[in-house]
């Protein structure tokens, strides 16, 4: 569950990104590699935070970091949860094109399979 809240959390900050205009590209990007560290155990019906950030981005592809704890981090008394790095990459518009015209045939003609 926490690697999920993880990447949710890397969406959503490349929708952010995304919407305001931040990036070198335009449409989708997908988790390439997500790596999880846990450090501690989280009890059940525990109120978290997660902060996620960019750490770089290089073409298609965007670095970011992000943590899961039970306060501001680097406050006194925070714990830590969970930290992650993700690799978000976006496809080359010329796949995307041509996978979506893939899907759309599928959709079109009986018996047409996506695999």
Do not use: Q
């Amino acid at each position: 569950m926490t690697a999920a809240v993880l990447d949710e959390a890397f969406g959503h900050l490349f929708y952010a990104l995304r919407s305001a205009g931040d990036l070198p590209f335009r449409g989708p990007a997908f988790t390439a590699h997500l790596d999880v560290d846990y450090h501690s155990k989280i009890g059940a019906g525990r109120l978290l935070l997660v902060t996620a950030e960019l750490e770089s981005v290089a073409g298609r592809k965007l670095a970011m970091r992000a943590t899961v704890t039970d306060g501001p981090p680097g406050a006194e008394g925070t714990r830590l949860y969970a930290s992650a790095g993700a690799l978000f990459v976006a496809p080359r518009p010329t796949r995307l094109v041509r996978e979506v015209a893939r899907y759309v045939w599928c959709l079109l003609v009986p018996g047409a399979r996506f695999d």
